[in-house]
């Protein structure tokens, strides 16, 4: 129905916004200014502790800073309390004291055949209910007690039985005069294909009403009691109230505890909601007896931001998971996250309870993942990725998901994320051979025009303990103490970190607590190991003696520094990895060939070590210790040829 705009400005004119809030909210009196119809509260559509949910009656809009929901009084009706837009307006005119205009008699008709649908459904819960009292449901009341559901259980969820007769509940309605074609049209009865008797569709079972976000029951489940039975639960089929892809079992009590601070948690079945209720989890939905579908989910993120998907621990509740994933990829953004808990194997949440009580359903709660790791899990788990090709078909597995996610922010985050977890899967901590002290002693092999090893001069009193400065100094104490310079300008100076990003996870220290701060520092992360790291590395004497570097305000000098430092690293392996392949393709002696790419490479690394090390910052008095000192121990190590 087309409404006059002129309308719905006077109802929003006459209904104060603050009013129609305030029967879903308890205003903070102390930021709240009643006389300017400026008011504050804790947000009704996700729950915190803050009020940071804001009401401007003079402009008709709210808005939260937390799940940024936003709208005027028929968008909160329609969202907070799952009314239809002609409900919400018709809701709105009656308190405003305006007539309705003239509807189409149509539409009027389908509304009216609505409520009548709903009383015949509400006739049928209290039968049902009663059915359960009675001698034909001792074995149902036997299956609830054993699942430890009690007299209390059964009344708060309206939990009823149908008699195993084809219609019971068919002569029951007809008795109190509701016609043949509401039962059928309500999903109650069937009508046989030859035109005979409609029967009952509900037999021989346990029965669960399933109710709107209003509380008004919209259809059935039944669980049942024979197990021979070709369906172990049955719902109502589709009907002018009941679209079982739009609907979630206990929506309106899960929307009211969610308000409240609890978790809004999304289990498989009837029994594992009841289940988590009844054990404190208020917050508790179901989807009715199909996958997830993008309109449920869209009701869920109404109700939470984050709503935790509690799957059963098999192998039907990881394929679940999984088909999520793409489902939930589009449609994730600011406030619209999802999160995984998985249950122990064969286990549902109401096994778990049962077992182990609360606490153990907290903790898996606890441990919930959220969706990237499920992404990245599936396109990981059980995979080797030993070649180039494998790892392509990685990225483009893994890019072609995340080109789904319409919001920007939300998928440059999830591209860092996977990048973090690529760089973890493809850079193990590498395992150097134990590195061999160098030996001044011994005659060092060069290249031809080489000149001899310059060895080290004794350190002066505040650079005594650096490794550099020590006789046994070799080309992997020079490495350490190179990598610790550059972490060390990398944590005081971040900005510095993004041009060299690639260079930096190429670093890929040996201590695993450095290849964690190097993790951190990418990722803009703090962990304990990373802190570890750089506590170590600011004690070193070596960099301790540089505090020009470490200075914020010398931004200039550490960016330039930052940059040779990555050289130096970079030429140094690089020589070493040619050395060790020059060196397994000795047979006898070395060829010329053979002696121009060693020379080569010594000429390579040679360019990137000519700034000394007293460009770095104002040692002082250590200056040209510490450059002798990293020169001779950087030449000795990786000019030595072995002996045979």
Same mark, same amino acid.
């Given at each position: 129905?087309?409404?006059?705009?002129?309308?719905?400005?006077?109802?929003?004119?006459?209904?104060?916004?603050?009013?129609?809030?305030?029967?879903?909210?308890?205003?903070?009196?102390?930021?709240?200014?009643?006389?300017?119809?400026?008011?504050?509260?804790?947000?009704?559509?996700?729950?915190?502790?803050?009020?940071?949910?804001?009401?401007?009656?003079?402009?008709?809009?709210?808005?939260?800073?937390?799940?940024?929901?936003?709208?005027d009084a028929l968008t909160f009706l329609r969202e907070?309390?799952?009314?239809?837009?002609?409900?919400?307006? /018709?809701?709105?005119?009656? !308190? =405003? #004291? %305006?007539?309705?205009?003239?509807? +189409?008699?149509? &539409?009027?008709?389908?509304?009216? *055949?609505?409520?009548?649908?709903?009383?015949?459904?509400?006739?049928?819960?209290?039968?049902?209910?009663?059915?359960?009292?009675?001698?034909?449901?001792?074995?149902?009341?036997?299956?609830?007690?054993?699942?430890?559901?009690?007299?209390?259980?059964?009344?708060?969820?309206?939990?009823?039985?149908?008699?195993?007769?084809?219609?019971?509940?068919?002569?029951?309605?007809?008795?109190?005069?509701?016609? /043949?074609?509401?039962?059928? !049209? =309500? #999903? %109650?009865?069937?009508?046989?294909? +030859?035109?005979? &008797?409609?029967?009952?569709?509900? *037999?021989?079972?346990?029965?669960?009403?399933?109710?709107?976000?209003?509380?008004?029951?919209?259809?059935?489940?039944?669980?049942?009691?024979?197990?021979?039975?070709?369906?172990?639960?049955?719902?109502?089929?589709?009907?002018?109230?009941?679209?079982?892809?739009?609907?979630?079992?206990?929506?309106?009590?899960?929307?009211?505890?969610?308000?409240?601070?609890?978790?809004?948690?999304?289990?498989?079945?009837?029994?594992?909601?009841?289940?988590?209720?009844?054990?404190?989890?208020?917050?508790?939905?179901?989807?009715?007896?199909?996958?997830?579908?993008?309109?449920?989910?869209?009701?869920?993120?109404?109700?939470?931001?984050?709503?935790?998907?509690?799957?059963?621990?098999?192998?039907?509740?990881?394929?679940?998971?999984?088909?999520?994933?793409?489902?939930?990829?589009?449609?994730?953004?600011?406030?619209?996250?999802?999160?995984?808990?998985?249950?122990?194997?064969?286990?549902?949440?109401?096994?778990?309870?049962?077992?182990?009580?609360?606490?153990?359903?907290?903790?898996?709660?606890?441990?919930?993942?959220?969706?990237?790791?499920?992404?990245?899990?599936?396109?990981?788990?059980?995979?080797?990725?030993?070649?180039?090709?494998?790892?392509?078909?990685?990225?483009?597995?893994?890019?072609?998901?995340?080109?789904?996610?319409?919001?920007?922010?939300?998928?440059?985050?999830?591209?860092?994320?996977?990048?973090?977890?690529?760089w973890e899967l493809f850079s193990p901590r590498r395992?150097?051979?134990?590195?061999?002290?160098?030996?001044?002693?011994?005659?060092?092999?060069?290249?031809?025009?080489?000149r001899g090893v310059v060895l080290p001069v004794a350190?002066?009193?505040?650079?005594?303990?650096?490794?550099?400065?020590?006789?046994?100094?070799?080309?992997?104490?020079?490495?350490?103490?190179?990598?610790?310079?550059?972490?060390?300008?990398?944590?005081?100076?971040?900005?510095?970190?993004?041009?060299?990003?690639?260079?930096?996870?190429?670093?890929?220290?040996?201590?695993?607590?450095?290849?964690?701060?190097?993790?951190?520092?990418?990722?803009?992360?703090?962990?304990?190991?990373?802190?570890?790291?750089?506590?170590?590395?600011?004690?070193?004497?070596?960099?301790?003696?540089?505090?020009?570097?470490?200075?914020?305000?010398?931004?200039?000098?550490?960016?330039?520094?930052?940059?040779?430092?990555?050289?130096?690293?970079?030429?140094?392996?690089?020589?070493?990895?040619?050395?060790?392949?020059?060196?397994?393709?000795?047979?006898?002696?070395?060829?010329?060939?053979?002696?121009?790419?060693?020379?080569?490479?010594?000429?390579?690394?040679?360019?990137?070590?000519?700034?000394?090390?007293?460009?770095?910052?104002?040692?002082?008095?250590?200056?040209?210790?510490?450059?002798?000192?990293?020169?001779?121990?950087?030449?000795?190590?990786?000019?030595?040829?072995?002996?045979?």
């Amino acid at each position: 129905m087309s409404l006059p705009p002129q309308f719905l400005d006077e109802i929003r004119a006459r209904v104060p916004l603050s009013r129609v809030i305030g029967r879903k909210v308890v205003w903070d009196q102390r930021r709240s200014n009643q006389a300017k119809g400026d008011w504050w509260a804790p947000c009704p559509f996700h729950g915190e502790k803050t009020a940071s949910f804001h009401v401007d009656d003079q402009k008709g809009f709210y808005y939260c800073f937390g799940c940024h929901a936003k709208g005027d009084a028929l968008t909160f009706l329609r969202e907070a309390e799952g009314m239809s837009f002609m409900e919400a307006v /018709e809701l709105m005119a009656s !308190e =405003a #004291g %305006l007539q309705m205009p003239e509807r +189409d008699p149509r &539409a009027a008709e389908r509304a009216d *055949r609505r409520t009548e649908l709903v009383e015949v459904m509400e006739q049928a819960v209290r039968w049902f209910r009663m059915q359960l009292g009675m001698g034909v449901a001792e074995e149902a009341r036997a299956y609830l007690k054993r699942r430890g559901l009690d007299g209390a259980a059964a009344e708060q969820f309206g939990i009823g039985y149908a008699p195993d007769q084809r219609q019971g509940l068919y002569n029951a309605l007809r008795s109190k005069g509701i016609a /043949e074609a509401l039962i059928v !049209e =309500a #999903g %109650l009865c069937a009508k046989p294909d +030859d035109g005979g &008797a409609p029967f009952d569709r509900f *037999r021989g079972r346990i029965i669960f009403p399933i109710r709107d976000a209003r509380g008004r029951c919209i259809a059935f489940g039944g669980r049942a009691m024979d197990p021979n039975a070709r369906a172990k639960y049955l719902n109502s089929p589709e009907t002018p109230l009941f679209d079982k892809g739009r609907n979630l079992y206990n929506v309106g009590p899960a929307r009211a505890a969610v308000a409240k601070g609890k978790p809004l948690i999304v289990a498989e079945g009837y029994m594992d909601v009841i289940a988590l209720v009844r054990a404190g989890f208020e917050g508790a939905v179901a989807p009715l007896g199909t996958a997830i579908t993008e309109d449920q989910l869209r009701l869920m993120w109404r109700i939470s931001p984050e709503p935790v998907i509690a799957l059963d621990g098999d192998t039907a509740g990881l394929r679940a998971a999984m088909r999520l994933i793409d489902l939930g990829l589009p449609l994730t953004a600011p406030g619209q996250a999802l999160r995984f808990a998985f249950l122990p194997e064969g286990q549902d949440p109401d096994d778990l309870i049962r077992a182990k009580g609360a606490p153990a359903m907290s903790e898996v709660l606890e441990q919930s993942r959220p969706l990237v790791d499920l992404l990245w899990k599936r396109e990981t788990e059980g995979r080797v990725f030993d070649s180039p090709e494998r790892k392509a078909a990685l990225d483009k597995a893994l890019g072609d998901a995340i080109a789904k996610i319409a919001d920007k922010d939300t998928r440059d985050h999830y591209f860092q994320t996977l990048k973090n977890l690529k760089w973890e899967l493809f850079s193990p901590r590498r395992r150097d051979p134990q590195p061999r002290a160098a030996q001044p002693s011994q005659q060092a092999w060069q290249p031809k025009g080489m000149r001899g090893v310059v060895l080290p001069v004794a350190p002066v009193a505040s650079t005594r303990a650096s490794r550099l400065s020590s006789p046994g100094a070799d080309e992997y104490s020079a490495e350490d103490m190179i990598e610790a310079m550059i972490l060390a300008i990398c944590a005081t100076h971040p900005h510095l970190i993004g041009p060299v990003e690639p260079r930096l996870e190429r670093l890929e220290p040996q201590d695993s607590d450095r290849a964690q701060l190097v993790h951190d520092l990418l990722a803009g992360t703090q962990s304990q190991a990373g802190q570890r790291a750089l506590e170590s590395i600011m004690a070193e004497p070596h960099v301790k003696a540089a505090p020009a570097i470490l200075r914020p305000q010398d931004e200039n000098s550490a960016g330039g520094i930052l940059m040779n430092a990555l050289d130096r690293i970079e030429a140094r392996r690089i020589a070493r990895e040619e050395i060790a392949r020059a060196e397994a393709e000795i047979e006898g002696l070395a060829d010329e060939g053979l002696t121009w790419r060693i020379a080569q490479s010594a000429r390579a690394r040679q360019q990137a070590d000519s700034p000394s090390l007293s460009d770095i910052s104002d040692l002082g008095e250590n200056r040209e210790a510490l450059s002798r000192g990293l020169k001779a121990a950087l030449e000795n190590e990786i000019w030595r040829k072995p002996r045979r």
